[in-house]
Structure formats: C-alpha cells, structure tokens
C-alpha cells in the first residue's frame, strides 16, 4: 500500500519559519529607523528648503523665469505668486497633508509634505535631511 504524497517535510518548516522571521525583523528595521516629524520641503534649480510643518516662513525660489515666493503658515504651505504664464501652481491652493505637492514646472519649482529623517541633511534649519520615499 502506498501512501499519499507528502508535501512538507520537517525541514521545510524549520526553513519557513527562518524566512518568515528574517522578513519580520528586517520589515521593524527598516520602518524603525524612518523619521516620524512632517517636514515642508521646497526645491528650485540646485538648492533645498526643509522646514518644521508648523513653520510660519515666507520663501523666495529662484527659477529660470524668476522668483517664485511660497507661503508657510499654520501647517500649510501654497504658491502666493509665480512668474509662470497657466499660474496652476498659485491655483492650487495649500497643501497640509504628507504626500501632497505643488509644482511650477516652468519654474521648476516643488514644494511638498513629507517626512525626514537625521541623514543627508541639505540646508535645512537645523541640518534636517530628507526620507528618500518622500521624492
């Protein structure tokens, strides 16, 4: 009499359980080490911005066109003026949530929520650098 195939052997759970548990303790790494604070970062031609959320700030971005000035107040940030000829980006009003942007792609200017961790700092305020899922 023969008997049914079997699928598992002891082994194969020993090994399942290793795979199982590398991919655990390698997901509360990775997702330990993010930074946690809302940051608003505003990038032109070659330079960077990052600002604390809360931040009440009035920035200049140079562009090819010309100055772009940005808003930050209350959590929010939004376009005041551009020199874009479509003004998309003065329409579309503030943002306040992580993962929403604005852009001037005329201008090339972007302004967005996101979150930042210690490394990489690029003229932050206080040396602040950025999460790389943020960009």
Known sequence: MMKGPRFFKPLDFGAIGLALGITIVATVYLYARRGTETRILIAGEGK???????????????????????????????????????????G?????????????????VLVSIGKSGTEGATDGPQGEGLDGAAW
Do not use: M, Y
Request: charged share 15%; proline share 8%.
């Open 92 to 108: 579309a009003g503030a943002i306040r949530a992580h993962g929403q942007w604005i852009a001037c792609l005329p201008n090339k």
């Open 48 to 90: 960077q911005w990052i600002f604390p959320q809360d931040a009440g700030e009035l920035v200049t971005v140079p562009g090819p066109l010309g100055d772009t000035v940005v808003k930050l107040e209350d959590g929010k940030a939004w376009v005041l003026s551009s020199p874009c000829t479509n003004q998309t980006c003065v």
